[in-house]
């Protein structure tokens, strides 16, 4: 069964540091988003992208953060400078279209800043 | 701005009772998810909710939608321990348009004890 799969399962950083987390979604989708889980919070919505672009993002998706898919496969999370409240697990999802469809979670990446 | 809210927000159930976990959301919305986590792992699609007095029902598990009230309920029938995980109802704030930000609830941590 297609699934979306993140790299890596586990990132420890020093604070100031740049981090890039990597997602593989489901080959025909073309929607593609992140959220982030603080530890013991409730999931937060951060981007949503489509045709190579940004379509929405909410509060938390400061200039520190950028998205990108650098090829047909990949869709990236980039943390420029990272601070300790970044600690959190990140969820890449993505769909087939915007309308009426469930996204897919990937299995998350547990982002650590010490 | 929309908000989701769940309750209850903690769920300690003895096996074979029966039990519902509501979410209400404040702004108008054709279009309710609900997710269950397991500890430390990614989130799995349970229901897609998409028009007024939508009903879906999965083994133990039955999701309904009231978009008059801004309701959906997830009732528990006869509960066994393999249930026991977090539920999250999520609410699409796009209403009529395309998918993109979901706003979740606070989830629901549910036990089910023998």
């Known amino acids: 069964e297609p699934e979306v799969t993140q790299t890596p399962s586990h990132q420890v950083t020093q604070m100031g540091q740049e981090v890039i987390l990597r997602c593989v979604p489901i080959s025909n989708h073309l929607y593609f988003y992140w959220y982030r889980q603080i530890l013991g919070q409730k999931v937060e919505f951060l981007v949503s992208f489509y045709n190579n672009e940004i379509s929405e993002k909410s509060e938390i998706f400061d200039d520190q953060f950028s998205v990108e898919r650098p090829d047909g496969s990949n869709f990236t999370l980039k943390i420029r400078s990272t601070k300790l409240e970044d600690s959190a697990m990140y969820f890449c999802?993505?769909?087939?279209?915007?309308?009426?469809?469930?996204?897919?979670f990937g299995q998350g990446t547990r982002l650590t800043v010490v | 701005e929309l908000k989701v809210e769940q309750n209850p927000l903690f769920l300690s159930m003895q096996e074979g009772k029966n039990y519902t976990i509501y979410c209400n959301y404040s702004t108008t919305s054709d279009r309710l998810y609900w997710y269950r986590q397991d500890p430390g792992k990614s989130l799995e699609s349970l229901f897609v909710?998409?028009?007024?007095?939508a009903v879906k029902q999965e083994g133990r598990l039955m999701a309904s939608l009231d978009t008059k009230a801004r309701l959906s309920t997830l009732h528990i029938t006869a509960a066994v321990h393999d249930l026991s995980a977090t539920y999250f109802c999520?609410?699409?704030?796009?209403?009529?348009?395309?998918?993109?930000?979901?706003?979740f609830g606070k989830g629901t941590k549910l036990s089910v004890k023998p």
């Open positions: 909710l998409l028009s007024n007095g």
């Open positions: 999802a993505s769909s087939w279209t915007g309308v009426n469809t469930e996204a897919f």
């Open positions: 999520a609410v699409d704030q796009n209403y009529g348009g395309s998918q993109g930000n979901l706003i």
